[in-house]
C-alpha cells in the first residue's frame, strides 16, 4: 500500500528556491576570466538571437586617435539586464585597450591589464557606461566593441557589437638625422 503525502505550497516553494538560488549568485560580482574568450556566460541556457534583443552598444563617437578615449554604454529599449562583459576586439578578434572607468563594473585581465570590463553586482540596470582607451597605436585600426548582456539567469545575449570603430594610429616621428659634418679641411703645405 502506497502512501501520499501532501506537500504544502511554503514547502513547494522553499524547495525551489534552494535548487535555483545558488545560481543566481552564480556571477553576481561579474564574469570570471575563463569566460574571457567565447564571453558565454556558464548558465547553461542557449544564447538568445541578436535580432530579438532590446539592448545595444553605443560608442559617443566612431574615430579616435591613438591613447585617446572612448565612452561605451550599454543601453535597454526594454527588460533591465543584471550583468555584462564587454571588450573592445579588432578585426583578428584580439582584445585591444584598457577600461580606465567603470562606476557601474569591474576590471578583468583577459590578455592585457584592463582590458575587459564586467559587472559588480547583480542589481537591475538600464544602462552602464564605461570609459575606454586606446593603446599607442603607431597603424590605423579598426575595432569594435563586444558585449555579452544578462537580462536574467536563463536569457543573455552573447557578443552584441557596437558600429565599427577607427582608431587612427599615430606616425612614428622620423629620427632625428645628425647634421651633415664639413669635411675637414687639409692643412696648407708650406712652399
Known amino acids: ?109 583577459c590578455s592585457n591589464e584592463l582590458d575587459t570590463v564586467t559587472h559588480s553586482n547583480a542589481e537591475s540596470k538600464t544602462s552602464s557606461k564605461f570609459t575606454w582607451k586606446s593603446g599607442p597605436l603607431t597603424e590605423d585600426l579598426d575595432v569594435k566593441v563586444i558585449a555579452t548582456v544578462v537580462q536574467d539567469y536563463s536569457n543573455y545575449y552573447v557578443k552584441l557589437q557596437s558600429e565599427p570603430i577607427k582608431i587612427n594610429g599615430a606616425p612614428q616621428p622620423e629620427p632625428e638625422s645628425e647634421p651633415e659634418s664639413e669635411p675637414e679641411s687639409e692643412p696648407e703645405s708650406e712652399p
Not at 524547495?15 to 548558465?43: D, E, R
Not at 543584471?82 to 585597450?97: E, T
Open 1 to 109: 500500500m502506497r502512501t501520499r503525502v501532501a506537500l504544502s505550497p511554503k514547502f513547494l516553494i522553499l524547495l525551489q528556491l534552494a535548487f535555483t538560488y545558488p545560481s543566481v549568485l552564480a556571477y553576481s560580482s561579474g564574469a570570471p576570466t575563463s569566460k574571457c574568450g567565447n564571453l558565454i556566460p556558464g548558465h547553461g541556457a542557449t544564447p538568445l538571437d541578436h535580432s530579438t534583443s532590446p539592448y545595444s552598444i553605443q560608442v559617443d563617437r566612431t574615430s579616435v586617435g591613438s591613447e585617446e578615449r572612448l565612452t561605451i554604454e550599454i543601453k535597454t529599449s526594454g527588460p533591465e539586464f543584471l550583468g555584462f562583459m564587454v571588450q573592445v576586439r579588432d578585426n583578428s578578434d584580439s582584445i585591444i585597450g584598457a577600461f580606465i572607468e567603470h562606476p557601474d563594473g569591474r576590471t578583468l585581465r
